[in-house]
T-cell receptor, first 109, second 114 residues
């Protein structure tokens, strides 16, 4: 079966750095997405990786290793507003999106 | 503002009621989706429409009935629901371009079935 694993919850301190990991086992691979979802709001697109390596976008970076079935989202200079759930999703060989359950990130002052 | 709106934002209904959820996208996209999001579970894809044609129905019970009258509007008709159907129902849209499209989500309808 297809599976996306990410930690259920993480806690970090304002101003620090946090890395949220995502591992996947899917039938084929056609890209990996990270979304941010604040409580009671819509998931919003953060990043897309289809080739190995690091994609940087401001305070957020996303890394992909296709051979390891692994990605991480790196958040730097954490702010209180970064408290949210972070969803990892992989597009499989049928171009279907397979979703992880999300990681709830709690930022403390 | 993501360009995808959903109404109502909250809905409480009994198991014998009939209600409809509405989604509208203002992004000019040609694909629309219904997802179910339950606490601590992955998003579950329910239905997909491409150019108003239903292309995906992931074994969803018949008590959920989608309707896509045009590429900007999507409905989810609900009847004789069960308490386990209580969840956040998310609508999304995308521009199909050979599989590299990004999905944009609405804020969801929080549904409680009593």
């Amino acid at each position: 079966g297809q599976n996306i694993d990410q930690p259920t919850e993480m806690t970090a301190t304002e101003g620090a750095i946090v890395q949220i990991n995502c591992t996947y086992q899917t039938s084929g691979f056609n890209g990996l997405f990270w979304y941010q979802q604040h409580a009671g709001e819509a998931p919003t697109f953060l990043s897309y990786n289809v080739l190995d390596g690091l994609e940087e976008k401001g305070r957020f970076s996303s890394f992909l290793s296709r051979s390891k079935g692994y990605s991480y989202l790196l958040l730097k200079e954490l702010q209180m507003k970064d408290s949210a759930s972070y969803l990892c999703a992989v597009r499989d060989s049928n171009y279907q999106l397979i979703w992880g359950a999300g990681t709830k990130l709690i930022i403390k002052p | 503002e993501t360009g995808v709106t959903q109404t109502p934002r909250h809905l409480v209904m009994g198991m014998t009621n009939k209600k409809s959820l509405k989604c509208e996208q203002h992004l000019g996209h040609n694909a629309m989706y219904w997802y179910k999001q339950s606490a601590k579970k992955p998003l579950e894809l329910m239905f997909v429409y491409n150019f108003k044609e239903q292309t995906e129905n992931n074994s969803v019970p018949s008590r959920f009935s989608p309707e896509c009258p045009n590429s900007s509007h999507l409905f989810l008709h609900l009847h004789t629901l069960q308490p386990e159907d209580s969840a956040l129902y998310l609508c999304a849209s995308s521009q199909e371009q050979g599989g590299v499209e990004t999905q944009y989500f609405g804020p969801g309808t929080r549904l409680l079935v009593l």
